[in-house]
């Protein structure tokens, strides 16, 4: 049941992404940036942990995600660091995701024969 | 004049090939609901072993991102893309596809100015924006004492 929902609601996610990318001219980068902002305003209106908790990877695992995650990073950060976590908790929040694929980025195109995508 | 634009659009829908939607939402929600799937049985796998919910979630992206680079970097991931669209693009594997896929594309301009800088070509924008409006909500909770 848990693997359906991940599915589905993972699945309308993107489907709404490919709506935009047919029907309106926003860029990868755009689409992207949009989805962040959404996850966050859900993430900072509280909503999006009980959507994970529903949907599971179908939350987790859209950039949508990445979006709460700043929020959640943000809450936490202000919560134990006072007023300086307004400026630490975003990145704190999202750090393993962007320093991973910054670094596997990185090692790929070290080794990949250049040109190659 | 605004009839002619008017009739003029629909000249233009009808020279232009139709948008294949009927195709492209369908293999969009497929593939990207697949990767979710994915992502559900590594959550599970890494619960089993003993994780934490929000840990196994930030194992599962890695995992996730880990993997989605290392098809980028055999050129696998792009070809997928081709016929998942945002399916690929949506999840976290869209993400680390942005940063992998420019840094190899101009690895040969160099380690500094091609891999350094172009990978965050598409990335950038994301974590910009992203931290921004991140700090922009930091303020409001914090001056409103929401936190």
Not at chain 1, 10 to 39: E, H, N, P, W
Not at chain 1, 101 to 114: D, E, N, Q, R, W
Not at chain 2, 83 to 101: E, S
Request: glycine residues 14%; hydrophobic residues 50%.
């Amino acid at each position: 049941m848990e693997y359906l929902k991940a599915f589905i609601i993972g699945g309308l996610i993107c489907a709404i992404g490919q709506i935009l990318i047919d029907y309106t001219k926003l860029t990868a980068a755009r689409i992207l940036v949009m989805f962040v902002i959404t996850g966050l305003i859900l993430g900072g209106l509280g909503w999006y942990k009980p959507f994970i908790d529903w949907a599971g990877a179908g939350a987790v695992v859209p950039i949508t995600g990445f979006g709460s995650a700043l929020a959640k990073g943000v809450k936490q950060a202000i919560e134990q660091k006072g007023p300086l976590g307004i400026l630490t908790g975003g990145i704190t929040g999202t750090a393993a995701g962007i320093s991973a694929a910054m670094f596997f980025g990185m090692i790929a195109a070290v080794l990949s024969k250049p040109g190659e995508k | 004049m605004n009839e002619t634009a008017k009739s003029y659009d629909r000249m233009v829908k009808k020279a232009s090939p139709g948008t294949k939607s009927g195709k492209t939402i369908p293999s969009a929600f497929c593939i990207g609901g697949l990767i979710c799937l994915l992502g559900q049985a590594l959550i599970n796998i890494y619960e089993h072993y003993g994780a934490a919910s929000e840990q196994a979630h930030i194992y599962t992206l890695l995992t996730l991102i880990f993997i989605s680079s290392l098809l980028t970097g055999f050129g696998v991931y792009n070809n997928i893309a081709k016929y998942a669209g945002a399916g690929t693009l949506v999840p976290i594997t869209g993400f680390a596809n942005a940063i992998a896929a420019p840094a190899i594309e101009f690895k040969t301009e160099g380690f500094i100015i091609g891999i350094g800088t172009k990978m965050f070509a598409v990335a950038g924008p994301v974590i910009v924006y992203g931290i921004s409006a991140s700090i922009l909500y930091g303020i409001v909770i914090y001056v409103f004492g929401l936190h």
